[in-house]
T-cell receptor, first 113, second 123 residues
Framework: DIVMTQSPDSLGVSLGERATINCKSS????????????LAWYQQKPGQPPKLLLY???SRESGVPDRFSGSGSGTDFTLTISSLQAEDVAVYYC?????????FGPGTTVDIK | EVQLVESGGGLVKPGGSLRLSCAAS????????MNWVRKAPGKGLEWVSS??????????TGSVKGRFTISRDNTKNSLYLQMNSLRAEDTAVYYC?????FGYGDSYPHGYWGQGTLVTVSS
C-alpha cells in the first residue's frame, strides 16, 4: 500500500499570510505514460463532507479560489494557500489515487494565529 | 446538480450487520465509478471501497476485506455497502463519493460527496 504522510500536523497562520502544507507518498504517484501525478487535495470543515480542491497535483477544481495552489511531482507535494482567509480554517488532506487502496494522508489542521 | 444521499446508518452491536445506501441523481450514474469513504471520530479520512461504473472492478481497503461488500444497481441509480461482522473501529461517518470524471481505464479523485451517514458500533 502507498503510505501518505503530511507535515505539519497543525498550522497557525495570520490572516492574509501564506500557509504551506507538505505531503509525501511512500512511492511515486507519477504515471509515466501520461506524465500525471495522481495526487489530490481535499478540505474538510467540521460537520461537512470533504471538498476537492486540487487534482493531478496542481489542477484547481472548478470554483476553488486561486489562492489555493498545488505543486510537486513523484513523491513530494505541496499545498499552498497564498493569503489565508477566515473561511480557510479546516483540515486539509492529500490523497493518492494512483493505485488501490487509495490512501489519504493523516490531515493538517489550519487555523488562525 | 449532482446529488448523493446516504442512508442506512445507525447503532449496531459488535458482530452485527448494516446496509448503507446512496441514492444518486443529477448525472448519468452508470457512467461513473463510485466510492465509500469514512471518517471515524477524531481521526482522518479513510477510503473504504470503490466500484467501477459497470460493477466489474471492485476494490477494498484491507481492514474491511471479507466483511464489507460494495455493489451498485445502475437501474436504480444506487450504490450500496453491505457491512457484516462490524467492529467498534468501524464506527464512523460513511460518505458516498463520485469520481470527478468518467473514463475507462483511468483513476480519478472524488469530486462529489454526500453528507454522510453515521454508523455506530457499540454494545
Amino acid at each position: 500500500d502507498i503510505v501518505m504522510t503530511q507535515s505539519p500536523d497543525s498550522l497557525g497562520v495570520s490572516l492574509g499570510e501564506r500557509a504551506t502544507i507538505n505531503c509525501k507518498s511512500s512511492q511515486s504517484v507519477l504515471y509515466s505514460s501520461n506524465n500525471k501525478n495522481y495526487l489530490a487535495w481535499y478540505q474538510q470543515k467540521p460537520g461537512q463532507p470533504p471538498k476537492l480542491l486540487l487534482y493531478w497535483a496542481s489542477s484547481r477544481e472548478s470554483g476553488v479560489p486561486d489562492r489555493f495552489s498545488g505543486s510537486g511531482s513523484g513523491t513530494d507535494f505541496t499545498l499552498t494557500i497564498s493569503s489565508l482567509q477566515a473561511e480557510d480554517v479546516a483540515v486539509y488532506y492529500c490523497q493518492q489515487y494512483f493505485t488501490p487502496p487509495l490512501t489519504f494522508g493523516p490531515g493538517t489542521t489550519v487555523d488562525i494565529k | 446538480e449532482v446529488q448523493l444521499v446516504e442512508s442506512g446508518g445507525g447503532l449496531v452491536k459488535p458482530g452485527g450487520s448494516l446496509r448503507l445506501s446512496c441514492a444518486a441523481s443529477g448525472f448519468t450514474f452508470s457512467n461513473f465509478n463510485m466510492n465509500w469513504v469514512r471518517k471515524a471520530p477524531g481521526k482522518g479520512l479513510e477510503w473504504v471501497s470503490s466500484i467501477s461504473s459497470s460493477g466489474g472492478y471492485i476494490y477494498y481497503t484491507g481492514s474491511v476485506k471479507g466483511r464489507f461488500t460494495i455493489s451498485r444497481d445502475n437501474t436504480k441509480n444506487s450504490l450500496y455497502l453491505q457491512m457484516n461482522s462490524l467492529r467498534a473501529e468501524d464506527t464512523a461517518v460513511y460518505y458516498c463519493a463520485r469520481d470527478l470524471f468518467f473514463g475507462y481505464g483511468d483513476s480519478y479523485p472524488h469530486g462529489y460527496w454526500g453528507q454522510g451517514t453515521l454508523v455506530t458500533v457499540s454494545s
